[in-house]
């Protein structure tokens, strides 16, 4: 055969292409021996063009050939056993998938600068329940109040694991690496927060750029611009995205909101209607659960907010 597969797994992806590292080095390969730059076949463009972004993302596992000294070419993906998407910017209908082969994703706060916004944890919980996927939220920057913010006790009670954490002086950083060996992980948050920081203090030997958080405006800069494959010591790896100012809903029917809060979800059955949208109707056990005071209304409120975004969706 004059063209020979080599497996591979996809640990960048930016505007210069597609970097996969081999599992068997090639002795005749420049660098270590592992990393190649490759394109996708034109036959995996085909296949999906319309409802993916991107064919590949890092995280896949594929077969690549060699085409030239330096450079190779993504010929198969094998099935994915989960995937983390957004739908693509300006384009609601495509998917964008952002990892695949995740087994949790690390939600990244920080306790201010910028301010702790349970909103947006909840929208990032909701994909993660989507996904099938384990969710832990990390609430670093905690060398800056005294106390965690008062959702995070309401984010344990649901059973999701709360590590609060400070890059700067070192706290929280044992429990951290922990939750993260032998695992693969997407970790996510806004610009700012502290993930690159938080990574270095994990594992020196990644050496993230860590970026400046603006005077102005509270936020980071964007300094992580590529979605990037980390190995940790020990096993497991680490996907390190872009800053993500909308974490996007992609795929999830109107329907299935209740079901993806784990709190709404407790009361639901009991509404009278079980097409109840928990918005309006008579008789529903979630609105009477807020009244007394067994659903947070953050919790609530971030359900509303992400229901309109749906409907708007839908109506687009
Ligand atoms: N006080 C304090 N500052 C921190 C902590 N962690 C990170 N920072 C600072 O916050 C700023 C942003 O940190 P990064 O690690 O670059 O943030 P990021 O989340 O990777 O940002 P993007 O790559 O832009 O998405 C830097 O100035 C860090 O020094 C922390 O625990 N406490
Ligand atoms: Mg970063
Ligand atoms: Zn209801």
């Known amino acids: 055969m004059s063209e020979s597969t080599l497996a591979a797994r996809v640990v960048r992806l930016d505007a210069k292409g ?10 005749d390969l420049p660098g270590d021996g592992y990393e190649l730059w490759c394109g996708v076949r034109g036959k995996i463009h085909l296949r999906d063009r319309r409802h993916q972004k991107s064919p590949v993302a890092v995280g896949d596992r594929v077969l690549v050939i060699r085409s030239q000294e330096d450079r190779g070419v993504v010929d198969s993906i094998e099935p994915r056993r989960s995937t983390l998407s957004r739908p693509a910017a300006r384009r609601e209908r495509v998917e964008h998938v952002m990892a695949a082969n995740v087994d949790q994703v690390v939600i990244v706060t920080a306790l201010l600068d910028p301010p702790f916004n349970p909103a947006w944890v909840d929208r ?7 996904s099938e996927l384990d969710a832990v939220i990390v609430v670093n920057k905690m060398d800056l109040g005294d106390e965690a913010p008062p959702e995070a006790a309401v984010y344990e009670a649901l059973g999701y694991k709360v590590l609060c954490t400070s890059a700067a002086v070192h706290t929280g950083i044992d429990a951290l690496r922990e939750t993260l060996v032998g695992r ?3 970790v996510a948050g806004h610009s700012g927060v502290g993930k690159s920081s938080l990574l270095n203090a994990v594992q020196v030997d990644l050496g993230l750029v860590v970026g400046d958080v603006n005077a102005v405006t509270g936020r980071g800069t964007h300094t992580t611009t590529a979605a990037v494959w980390l190995d940790l010591e020990g096993g497991g790896a680490v996907i390190d995205t872009a800053g993500v100012r909308e974490f996007g809903l992609f795929g999830i029917p109107k329907r299935d909101l209740a079901w993806l809060f784990r709190d709404i979800a407790l009361f639901a059955p009991d509404c009278r209607y079980p097409d109840c949208s928990h918005t309006h109707e008579p008789g529903c056990a979630v609105q009477a659960a807020l009244v007394e005071g067994a659903l947070p209304p953050f919790r609530f409120d971030s359900y509303l907010k992400i229901l309109e975004s749906l409907e708007e969706r839908d109506a687009s």
């Open 124 to 130: 990032v919980l909701a994909v993660v329940e989507f």
């Open 18 to 27: 597609c970097l996969v590292r081999l599992d068997e080095p090639l002795a």
């Open 184 to 186: 693969t992980s997407v």
